[in-house]
């Protein structure tokens, strides 16, 4: 594979109360390595980050609530 080659997701989650107000907000990332700069290699490290972005998410949501 090509050294150094990653894909990074970055995404903000907040959790907003019923009448509306930020209760909480952060800012979440993740890498994956990419095999090549292929569309598929590229697109199977996009879904691994962000499979690990929504993880965090939920983890932090629940904590929270």
């Known amino acids: 594979g090509?050294?150094?080659m990653a894909a990074v997701y970055l995404g903000t989650a907040r959790i907003v109360s019923d009448k509306g107000a930020v209760a909480d907000a952060r800012i979440?990332?993740?890498?994956?390595p990419a095999k090549s700069t292929d569309a598929d290699d590229a697109t199977a490290a996009f879904n691994q980050a962000f499979?690990?972005?929504a993880q965090q998410i939920v983890a932090?949501?629940?904590?929270k609530l």
């Not at 979440?28 to 994956?32: H, L, Q, T, V």
């Not at 932090?60 to 904590?63: D, K, L, N, P, R």
């Open 60 to 63: 932090w949501t629940v904590e």
């Open 51 to 53: 499979g690990q972005v």
């Open 28 to 32: 979440f990332n993740a890498s994956a």
């Open 2 to 4: 090509v050294v150094g």
